[in-house]
């Protein structure tokens, strides 16, 4: 099953470890690496990560059966043989959702897993009300205007 835990000691990543933790390294910095490039080859992630092409390529399979990347067409051809298949973030696997509550205004916004603003609610921030149920009515207004499954 995939996991992806931060390894963390005392607020600083831990170096080391067990042959799971580093597995989740590895697959963490192929996620990092597809994020910032927004699109590579198998041979891109083993070159930018220094692992061998046999491990980025069992990394990949397992982040592409988790749903968290995906093979998104051929790339250029370099060299002989056959174009390399890119690899890319799948931007529905997984959603982020951000609230900020002011003194003036509430603003809510979900992203996807590529960065992109899928949906935002701001209203003025009610006069009345603890800050729980603020915090309440601006999720549910935001996921009110999220279509879900799209």
Do not use: W
Not at 11 to 27: D, S
Not at 84 to 113: K, N, Q, R, T
């Amino acid at each position: 099953m995939l996991e992806l835990p931060t390894q963390r000691n005392n607020g600083r990543r831990m170096l080391g470890g067990n042959a799971n933790q580093l597995k989740q390294m590895n697959l963490r910095m192929v996620l990092q690496l597809l994020r910032q490039h927004k699109m590579l080859s198998r041979a891109d992630l083993a070159r930018h990560t220094g692992l061998n092409t046999s491990t980025t390529s069992s990394l990949a399979t397992e982040l592409i059966e988790a749903g968290l990347i995906r093979e998104c067409g051929r790339g250029i051809l370099t060299s002989a043989g056959r174009p390399p298949e890119m690899l890319e973030l799948s931007p529905d696997a997984c959603y982020a959702l951000g609230v900020y509550v002011g003194d003036i205004y509430c603003l809510g916004v979900i992203a996807d897993l590529g960065g992109q603003t899928r949906a935002t609610f701001r209203t003025a921030t009610p006069m009345t009300g603890d800050p729980s149920s603020i915090l309440a009515l601006v999720i549910v207004r935001l996921l009110l205007g999220f279509p879900l499954g799209s």
